[in-house]
């Protein structure tokens, strides 16, 4: 019985995803970041789950990828999409209904590739320690950070993160890294001391930092400082 736990709590990662979406489409952001938030703890506790408990499987993993499809690959296309469409109609104000439009559905691509990264980490073993490339939630955050911006019209930048010439390049950036071979360090900390943790210690100090000053607009800021350390000094080695 207790081998369906964390399966439970990966189910309701997808209720969750499958929920923002909904909500996303109907011009309701903030409820839907919440329902972000809930998905990226139930997406952490299954796995806390499966290991206090001892139990994993192959069934599980596959269902975790399945969950991860939607709450971190789908629903950050759908939030560019729904940007890209308020961007090319009308303000943040008076959004219409989302239908389709060609001009929008390049936002997907981060969607298509947000599969083809959870396919080829379910099948790579050097991603046990470090990743290889952007996780998935990593890009949701990034998506979601954006989301909120324009919700809120953060510092006046809601008609600047609906705009093509912000969406479309983090677009291509985003599916890009997710299939890149780029090595990313992971939040799992080495013990409780500064020796192993550096990097993740300082990155934890900046984003309290810029969530002090910034408040819900430094999300996708607090990625942007992530992708550069790994990019200019990434993790020295990733297990094979």
Not at 60 to 80: Q, R, T, W
Not at 111 to 119: D, G, H, K, M, Y
Not at 170 to 181: K, P, Q
């Amino acid at each position: 019985m207790k081998k369906w736990i964390p399966n439970a709590i990966t189910l309701l990662n997808l209720f969750c995803g499958c929920a923002a979406v909904i909500l996303i489409l109907d011009q309701q952001f903030i409820p839907a970041f919440w329902f972000l938030f809930a998905a990226g703890w139930f997406d952490f506790a299954d796995g806390l789950a499966a290991r206090l408990l001892r139990v994993s499987s192959e069934h599980g993993k596959e269902l975790d990828s399945l969950a991860d499809m939607v709450s971190f690959g789908m629903v950050p296309g759908i939030i560019y999409y729904a940007l890209l469409f308020n961007g090319q109609n009308v303000g943040p104000a008076s959004a219409p209904p989302i239908t389709f439009s060609w001009l929008a559905a390049p936002a997907l691509l981060v969607t298509l590739f947000s599969a083809l990264r959870l396919a080829k980490f379910n099948l790579d073993t050097r991603q046990t320690e470090n990743f290889v490339g952007v996780a998935t939630p990593t890009s949701t955050v990034f998506a979601t950070g954006l989301m909120l911006i324009y919700a809120q019209d953060s510092f006046g930048w809601a008609e600047l993160v609906s705009s093509p010439l912000v969406i479309y390049p983090s677009v291509l950036l985003f599916s890009y890294l997710l299939v890149s071979e780029h090595p990313m360090f992971s939040f799992k900390l080495k013990g409780l001391g500064w020796q192993g943790n550096e990097t993740r210690i300082i990155f934890a100090v900046l984003a309290v930092v810029l969530l002090i000053i910034l408040r819900a607009a430094a999300f996708p800021f607090i990625v942007g400082v992530y992708l550069l350390i790994n990019l200019l000094a990434p993790p020295k080695s990733t297990p094979s």
